[in-house]
Nanobody
Framework: QVQVVESGGGLVQPGGSLRLSCAAS????????MGWYRQAAGKQRELVAR???????NNADSVRGRFTISMDNAKSTVYLQMNSLKPEDTAVYYC?????????????WGQGTQVTVSS
């Protein structure tokens, strides 16, 4: 069994910062990729940023230069530092982990954490 748990969401004013964390635990043989996705009300879930275990990153154009993804392989934890937040960043942020659980490669999702950017 694998668990993916996010933390760090909340309410922030425009221009402010937040740091999200996501930890994967359980039967983890190896992690391939971890990433952050978001879903705003009435919209489809979209990629925000993802990082491979070797440190290669991929960011959405809408967050490039403002958000930074990083990963602590030893802790199976991924972080998303969000700066210069805008109201359009408001969404539920979901963490995803692509890993090998000892039997096969699979994708696991967290329950999501709300980020609200408003004055």
């Amino acid at each position: 069994q694998v668990q993916v748990v996010e933390s760090g969401g909340g309410l922030v004013q425009p221009g402010g910062s937040l740091r999200l964390s996501c930890a994967a635990s359980g039967n983890i043989f190896s992690i391939y990729v971890m990433g952050w996705y978001r879903q705003a009300a009435g919209k489809q879930r979209e990629l925000v940023a993802r990082i491979t275990s070797s440190g290669v990153t991929n960011n959405a154009d809408s967050v490039r230069g403002r958000f930074t993804i990083s990963m602590d392989n030893a802790k199976s934890t991924v972080y998303l530092q969000m700066n210069s937040l805008k109201p359009e960043d408001t969404a539920v942020y979901y963490c995803n982990a692509e890993l090998h659980n000892g039997n096969y490669r699979a994708s696991y999702w967290g329950q999501g954490t709300q980020v609200t950017v408003s004055s």
